[in-house]
């Protein structure tokens, strides 16, 4: 049992407090008054368990989907493609790298470090399906928390009514009354779906505000630290420090995804324009092919991409080996003992001055660290509004909004997703160009 991940329990867990707030109440309602549900609440509040019943599970085991071997976005379909600007901004995009699947990462993927894969559309990896909330799960996911909050306010109103009863008879003998274990399964009910309901009310609040904006949890993340990277470009002269010191200009940037109301939620739950089809339990999953290439409003040039750039995110370019700075020995200087312990630390220094030099991820230390001598004492708590605090810990990779979350919260692998190489390797852009010629 030690051995078993917390993780293989959330679906046992989950599928017992269904059962438990489901059926354990309809069973405590044959014996206390008013008695059963009528018929029609009876069919109604079990129709919703079934819908919760298949949801749940659909979101729990339907495969979240995976980046294709070759895909790039020169293999999107040509009738996917139009004349108008919106539609080729997509494809002129930024192209991503992921280091670890070896693979282009399509518009709004991300690499998770459970899944151990990139994830179209990644919005987070939910701890309690077990799986990842992405384009292809994200329509059962909404429809479970649907049906979810639907039936526990269907079951706090046969709740209440039961509890309001019992306080109107309080005065009489305990006899007339529910027994001891009534009464605590009743408090044990009323509790539970209190909580559940208020937690996945805003839960379900806070997924369809997302639904109607078109933006994944992740990429609101990306929208706030973007707004974080405009207030310090504000605060430092309208540019931030790169690697190796150089200056990029942080321009506004809008986020390209969110079109319109209607046509953000036909999106978000499977491309249909059949309303009553989002809310079906057996709906169709989303193909894979329509979370590889998505369309955009249109409001920034073609040539911008999203994330919008950001200093600390960017591979640091290949330096120049010095070789008419390296040390040369020029004869003995130190004992035997001496010599040895000299030429390790030269041999520690060069290794140091290699790797330094070489290209790829550079993990630069937390903005409150790098501007301290620029902050002043009266001004400390800056620092503190731009997502740190002064016992944070970890690089600008730990960065957090505004809700003390970061990229690992979501399930995001940091090292691969925060430090995502612009730079696609040799080989990748020799078989893209054989591939247009």
């Known amino acids: 049992m030690s051995g078993l991940p917390l993780s293989s329990l959330a679906i046992p867990g989950v599928s017992a407090l269904i059962a438990f707030l489901g059926y354990a109440a309809q069973f405590l309602f044959y014996n206390i008054e008013p008695r059963p549900l009528d018929r029609s609440q009876a069919i109604i509040f079990n129709i919703l368990l079934i819908c919760i019943w298949i949801c749940y599970a659909r979101a729990c085991f339907t495969d979240p989907g995976h980046i294709p071997q070759h895909w790039s976005l020169d293999t999107i379909p040509a009738e996917k493609v139009t004349n108008n600007d919106a539609d080729k901004a997509d494809l002129n995009s930024r192209q991503r790298w992921c280091r670890k699947c070896k693979l282009l990462k399509p518009p709004r993927a991300h690499h998770c470090k459970v899944c151990k894969r990139c994830i179209p559309k990644m919005d987070h990896h939910c701890p309690w399906t077990a799986n990842c909330v992405s384009h292809l799960t994200y329509p059962h996911f909404i429809r479970f928390l649907i049906y979810a909050v639907t039936a526990m306010i269907n079951l706090e109103y046969f709740l209440s009514i039961r509890v309001g009863l019992i306080w109107d008879k309080r005065d009489l003998p305990s006899y007339l009354g529910p027994s001891t274990g009534q009464l605590a399964l009743l408090l044990i009910l009323l509790l539970a779906n209190s909580f559940m309901l208020f937690a996945l009310s805003i839960l379900l609040v806070r997924s369809l505000w997302s639904l109607g904006a078109n933006t994944t949890t992740i990429e609101g993340w990306e929208i706030e630290r973007h707004r974080t990277l405009l207030r310090r470009a504000r605060v430092l002269g309208g540019s931030l420090d790169g690697p190796d010191g150089v200056r990029i200009k942080i321009n506004r940037q809008e986020f390209p995804y969110d079109i319109s109301i209607f046509t953000n939620i036909r999106q978000g739950m499977g491309g249909s324009y059949n309303i009553f089809s989002w809310f079906w339990p057996f709906a169709v999953t989303p193909s894979l092919s329509s979370g590889l290439a998505f369309e955009v409003n249109g409001i920034e040039d073609p040539s911008v991409?999203?994330?919008?750039?950001?200093?600390?995110?960017?591979?640091?370019?290949?330096?120049?080996?010095?070789?008419?700075?390296?040390?040369?020995?020029?004869?003995?200087?130190?004992?035997?003992?001496?010599e040895l312990d000299a030429f390790k630390k030269r041999q520690q220094e060069d290794r140091k001055r290699w790797q330094d030099g070489q290209p790829g991820p550079y993990r630069r230390p937390s903005f409150r660290k790098r501007y301290r001598t620029t902050i002043s004492n009266e001004d400390e708590s800056y620092a503190e509004r731009e997502g740190e605090s002064a016992s944070s810990s970890g690089g600008e990779e730990r960065w957090r909004n505004s809700e003390g979350e970061s990229l690992g919260d979501f399930g995001v692998d940091e090292d691969v997703e925060f430090y995502d190489e612009d730079d696609l390797p040799l080989a990748v852009l020799l078989r893209r160009r054989r591939q247009r010629a």
């Open 305 to 338: 991409s999203w994330p919008p750039p950001d200093p600390d995110r960017i591979a640091r370019p290949p330096r120049a080996y010095e070789l008419q700075n390296a040390f040369i020995y020029s004869g003995r200087q130190f004992s035997d003992e001496g």
